[in-house]
């Protein structure tokens, strides 16, 4: 049930015809697992915490250094030094002090993701390596878990929503294994806002069920020369990961 505050907080979504008190009371309940608190997941959080998301998992195992803050925006100079998930945590109580947070500082591997993620509605790969996608996609698959992916580097990024056996995995759409390269990834801030505002959209809509999402879908965005292309991906029989489902 709504206080008077969160209809007044919410009233310009709530405006929205398809939108509504039950769609607000369904955000309300959700609990969305956001995997990394940096470049996308700032945008993801912010947004998710300012539409009232109920509970919003945070993990991420970085502290904020100076060269975060060109993009990573929930954190700020007088967070340096501080892990990432408590700079985040400590902005969304003055976003939306409504919004339940659970912030854990770890590094998610295939051993600890049972003890870490809970019981999430959607999990958000808001990660910036494939091989900590990899095991995220894992797990999602394995528990029947929606998945909703980003990527970003310099002035481009993608963004698919993954649920199969009704859509492909993050590896079917793999070339391969990935190796980590270790490089530092070139990004412009608001190529991070771009992604992350679509990924938060793109939750949102499926937590409210409005809308369709981009699922069978991949996005591309090239900022450069300014597209937005989409295309269908399809599922990979041979899958190593969702093939026997
Ligand atoms: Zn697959």
């Known amino acids: 049930m709504l206080t008077k505050k969160e209809r007044e907080l919410y009233q310009r979504q709530m405006l929205m015809p398809s939108w509504g008190t039950e769609a607000q009371e369904k955000l309300c309940r959700s609990t969305v697992f956001i995997a990394g608190a940096g470049g996308l997941g ?12 109920g509970n919003l ?3 991420d195992s970085d502290t904020v250094v100076l060269s975060n803050l060109n993009r990573q925006i929930v954190h ?18 003055e976003t939306n002090p409504y919004v339940a947070i659970r912030a854990i500082c770890t590094r998610i591997t295939s051993r600890n993701m049972s003890s870490i993620i809970g019981a999430p509605d959607i999990i958000i790969d808001c990660l910036d390596n494939f091989q900590t996608r990899l095991i995220v996609n894992e797990y999602a698959v394995r528990h029947s878990l929606p998945l909703l992916h980003g990527g970003i580097e310099a002035m481009r990024g993608q963004i ?11 590896a079917c759409i793999l070339p391969g294994r990935m190796k980590r390269s270790g490089r530092k990834i070139p990004v412009v801030g608001a190529t991070a806002g771009v992604i992350g505002s679509l990924q938060a959209l793109e939750a949102i809509k499926f937590l409210t069920g409005i809308g369709s999402t981009l699922r069978n879908r991949m996005l591309f ?14 599922r990979n029989p041979k899958c190593s990961v969702c093939g026997g489902k």
Not at 76 to 93: E, M, N, Q
Not at 221 to 234: E, K, L, Y
């Open 160 to 170: 698919s929503f993954f649920t199969p056996p009704d859509t492909p995995c993050l």
């Open 76 to 93: 700020s100079f007088s967070t340096l030094g501080t892990p990432k998930v408590d700079s985040a945590a400590r902005r969304l109580a």
């Open 57 to 59: 998992v945070i993990c």
């Open 221 to 234: 965005w090239d900022g450069q020369d300014m597209r937005f292309d989409t295309v269908a991906i399809s």
């Open 42 to 53: 700032s945008p993801v959080i912010a947004y998710l915490a300012a539409a009232g998301i």
